[in-house]
């Protein structure tokens, strides 16, 4: 199964807890098959100082859905993530499930697509990088109709290829 992850991280060495997370994923999830460039974006949904270093991912898994995000959240654990119940905070690193195939889930764990991918730009732009003819299984547009649509004004610049 294809599944496209957004990485974050906004707390110390963001490049090596980004590379670490990848680490942790194709030891523990999969194999990535493509990487976006990094994007640099300002937090969203909260204050803070320290911006996010953000990167898309393409990780080939056998895992389902629901087992893909207690890995990720234990690899999120293992990196030093302390979940305080305050949803938007700085964090050393955050694994998001964007897309897995074209499937549409809403359980109390877990949403996908994301339910709030379409809003970010930060989310997006990386996997407009990767994947800009993707159909949004449930918002039936592409992922480049919804970075044009985005009314998110953040910054998000790319800083490494």
Not at 23 to 35: H, M, T, V
Not at 119 to 132: C, D, G, W, Y
Request: glycine letters at 4%; proline letters at 6%.
């Amino acid at each position: 199964m294809a599944v496209f992850l957004l990485l974050g991280t906004n707390q110390g060495d963001r490049e090596n807890m980004l590379r670490q997370a990848r680490i942790q994923l194709q030891q523990q999830a999969g194999r990535i098959i493509r990487q976006s460039s990094l994007y640099e974006s300002e937090p969203w949904g909260f204050a803070s100082p320290d911006w996010f270093l953000n990167q898309a991912l393409v990780l080939e898994t056998a895992l389902e859905p629901l087992p893909l995000l207690s890995v990720t959240q234990r690899i999120e654990a293992a990196l030093g993530r302390r979940r305080t119940g305050d949803e938007y905070a700085s964090r050393p690193i955050d694994i998001d499930i964007l897309l897995y195939d074209d499937r549409i889930i809403t359980c109390a764990e877990l949403t996908i697509p994301h339910r709030r991918m379409h809003e970010r730009l930060f989310a997006l732009r990386p996997l407009n990088e990767l994947a800009p003819a993707l159909i949004h299984p449930h918002l039936k547009q592409s992922i480049a109709s919804l970075v044009a649509a985005c009314t998110d004004r953040g910054t998000v610049d790319l800083i490494k290829k």
